[in-house]
């Protein structure tokens, strides 16, 4: 089944010459994770808009193209601050805020509350108020928020931007719990080192356009390395003028030095 | 005070307000203002003097163009329901939880969106005041000091207020895509999680509010 399909999708934002999103095809199954990898302006957060239902409907512009998504989708933006409601007392609020705005009865609220806390390890946090928390803490916060609504597609903008390490480790390891549960999640992400133990599939975004995809092997070949978008480890092969392929991860490293 | 119904802090915000234009001034005008000042003084409403010196301080530039503009007389009414209405407006912001007055408005049958952005004009008064104060450190840590004299003070006023708005700006456009995902315009009624309380006492005191403010108005046509 499905989660998203993007067929032929051209998207302009209003008042501006250039597509932030030209003839963009992509199909994300239930149960992929799949990252879009890319520069600054290469239009992997408003990818993530359109997947959303906020582009156009919501940010304006135009779009030409097919987009299919059969569930609710879940987005969450790289900063935490204007994403909190700021209508809640404590953290349990806060993260129930969105399944109470779908209006769903109390209990089920509660069940859907508790376990979202637990798996961004934030249950400790519950009857915190939100103002008080660092910047990864309320990340952590949004995150749980979105995932208690239930999403079959989750949308994530650089989640692990504003975490400590520990934190981007237990959110990498969410997405993949969530995706081995069915759910369809699209992540755009400049953590590259992450990305060969968390995604199944890779997207290279260039001005709007892709400009490559297939598995995370990708992300040590020639063009995306040479394009910065390659691992660390494929980096590091590259630079020092080691032959291809380029070792992807540390573990292919090792096994390609031996 | 917090723990009051949302219904009766807005209620009171607005009836004294209410009085102090219908009642003869400056009587009327002199008990209002000192019935919105000693709400503001109440240590519930967050601080006890700090919100009282925030209405002060905002109603002074209004009592100098009065004196400025008319004799002493109208100065004083006009003053002094002008203070009235600054003094409950600032008293009501501190004094009321935006986060209760949206459960209570989701009890009462609103629409989540409406309650959202009836109560986010009281929030935002709070997170502008935070935001400033960040952007004057910063400012600071540039060299720009807002102390000194009127022509330094407005250099940094202007280096203060351009980064204020421009920022509120770009956090409007990301919030409203965040309240978006998070289903405040999903069209189904939202779940009150806490609706406050409303014991009949305080359900008769605001009847009671209403019903001052229409005989005062009675009284005063008659």
Same mark, same amino acid.
């Given at each position: 089944?499905?989660?998203?399909?993007?067929?032929?999708?051209?998207?302009?934002?209003?008042?501006?010459?250039?597509?932030?999103?030209?003839?963009?095809?992509?199909?994300?199954?239930?149960?992929?994770?799949?990252?879009?990898?890319?520069?600054?302006?290469?239009?992997?957060?408003?990818?993530?808009?359109?997947?959303?239902?906020?582009?156009?409907?919501?940010?304006?512009?135009?779009?030409?193209?097919?987009?299919?998504?059969?569930?609710?989708?879940?987005?969450?933006?790289?900063?935490?601050?204007?994403?909190?409601?700021?209508?809640?007392?404590?953290?349990?609020?806060?993260?129930?805020?969105?399944?109470?705005?779908?209006?769903?009865?109390?209990?089920?609220?509660?069940?859907?509350?508790?376990?979202?806390?637990?798996?961004?390890?934030?249950?400790?946090?519950?009857?915190?108020?939100?103002?008080?928390?660092?910047?990864?803490?309320?990340?952590?916060?949004?995150?749980?928020?979105?995932?208690?609504?239930?999403?079959?597609?989750?949308?994530?903008?650089?989640?692990?931007?504003?975490?400590?390490?520990?934190?981007?480790?237990?959110?990498?390891?969410?997405?993949?719990?969530?995706?081995?549960?069915?759910?369809?999640?699209?992540?755009?992400?400049?953590?590259?080192?992450?990305?060969?133990?968390?995604?199944?599939?890779?997207?290279?975004?260039?001005?709007?356009?892709?400009?490559?995809?297939?598995?995370?092997?990708?992300?040590?070949?020639?063009?995306?390395?040479?394009?910065?978008?390659?691992?660390?480890?494929?980096?590091?092969?590259?630079?020092?003028?080691?032959?291809?392929?380029?070792?992807?991860?540390?573990?292919?490293?090792?096994?390609?030095?031996? | 005070?917090?723990?009051?119904?949302?219904?009766?802090? @807005?209620? @009171?915000?607005?009836?004294?307000?209410?009085?102090?234009?219908? @009642?003869?001034?400056?009587?009327?005008?002199?008990?209002?203002?000192?019935?919105?000042?000693?709400?503001?003084?109440? *240590? &519930?409403?967050?601080?006890?003097?700090? !919100? &009282?010196?925030?209405?002060?301080?905002?109603?002074?530039?209004?009592?100098?163009?009065?004196?400025?503009?008319? /004799?002493?007389?109208?100065?004083? &009414?006009?003053?002094?329901?002008?203070?009235?209405? !600054?003094?409950?407006? %600032?008293?009501? %912001?501190?004094?009321? *939880?935006?986060?209760?007055? %949206?459960?209570?408005? !989701?009890?009462?049958?609103?629409?989540?969106?409406?309650?959202?952005?009836?109560?986010?004009?009281?929030?935002?008064?709070? !997170?502008?005041?935070?935001?400033?104060? =960040?952007?004057?450190?910063?400012?600071?840590?540039?060299?720009?000091?807002?102390?000194?004299?009127?022509? #330094?003070?407005?250099?940094?006023?202007?280096? @203060?207020?351009?980064?204020?708005?421009?920022?509120?700006?770009? +956090?409007? /456009? +990301?919030?409203?895509?965040?309240? +978006?995902? =998070?289903?405040?315009?999903?069209?189904? =009624?939202?779940?009150?999680? &806490?609706?406050?309380? /409303?014991?009949?006492?305080?359900?008769?005191?605001?009847?009671?509010?209403?019903?001052?403010?229409?005989?005062?108005? %009675?009284? #005063?046509?008659?």
């Amino acid at each position: 089944m499905s989660g998203l399909t993007l067929d032929g999708v051209t998207f302009r934002y209003p008042a501006t010459e250039r597509p932030a999103l030209r003839e963009v095809s992509l199909e994300v199954a239930a149960g992929e994770v799949v990252a879009l990898v890319g520069a600054a302006g290469a239009g992997a957060s408003t990818l993530l808009l359109v997947a959303a239902d906020l582009a156009p409907r919501v940010v304006g512009g135009t779009l030409t193209g097919r987009v299919q998504r059969p569930g609710r989708a879940g987005l969450v933006l790289p900063t935490p601050w204007t994403q909190v409601s700021g209508m809640a007392f404590t953290v349990w609020d806060e993260v129930a805020f969105g399944p109470a705005n779908l209006g769903w009865p109390r209990e089920e609220i509660v069940r859907h509350v508790e376990p979202a806390l637990a798996q961004l390890g934030i249950a400790h946090l519950a009857p915190r108020d939100p103002a008080t928390l660092s910047g990864g803490e309320l990340q952590r916060v949004v995150i749980a928020g979105i995932v208690a609504m239930d999403p079959t597609l989750l949308l994530l903008d650089e989640p692990a931007a504003e975490l400590d390490p520990e934190g981007a480790r237990l959110v990498w390891r969410l997405v993949r719990a969530l995706a081995a549960r069915g759910k369809a999640v699209v992540v755009a992400t400049s953590d590259l080192d992450a990305v060969p133990d968390v995604a199944d599939r890779v997207v290279w975004l260039a001005e709007g356009r892709v400009a490559a995809a297939g598995p995370p092997a990708v992300l040590a070949e020639e063009a995306t390395c040479a394009a910065g978008l390659g691992t660390a480890v494929a980096g590091v092969w590259r630079a020092a003028g080691l032959p291809p392929p380029y070792p992807l991860t540390v573990a292919d490293a090792v096994r390609a030095w031996r | 005070m917090r723990r009051r119904h949302p219904f009766t802090l @807005l209620a @009171l915000a607005g009836a004294l307000p209410a009085l102090a234009w219908i @009642l003869p001034a400056p009587a009327g005008g002199m008990a209002t203002a000192a019935a919105a000042l000693g709400l503001a003084l109440l *240590p &519930a409403a967050g601080g006890g003097a700090t !919100v &009282a010196r925030a209405a002060v301080l905002t109603a002074a530039p209004f009592w100098a163009f009065l004196l400025l503009l008319h /004799d002493a007389a109208t100065a004083l &009414a006009i003053g002094l329901r002008l203070t009235t209405m !600054v003094a409950s407006v %600032v008293w009501v %912001v501190a004094a009321l *939880p935006p986060a209760r007055l %949206v459960e209570a408005l !989701v009890a009462r049958g609103w629409s989540a969106r409406a309650a959202y952005v009836f109560a986010a004009t009281l929030a935002a008064v709070p !997170v502008l005041r935070a935001r400033a104060r =960040r952007i004057v450190e910063a400012q600071r840590c540039r060299g720009l000091s807002p102390r000194g004299g009127l022509v #330094r003070r407005l250099r940094a006023l202007r280096a @203060l207020a351009l980064p204020l708005v421009l920022s509120a700006l770009h +956090e409007v /456009d +990301e919030r409203a895509l965040a309240l +978006e995902t =998070r289903g405040l315009a999903s069209g189904a =009624r939202r779940t009150a999680l &806490a609706p406050p309380a /409303d014991p009949p006492a305080e359900r008769a005191l605001r009847w009671g509010l209403a019903a001052l403010c229409a005989a005062a108005l %009675v009284w #005063r046509l008659a």
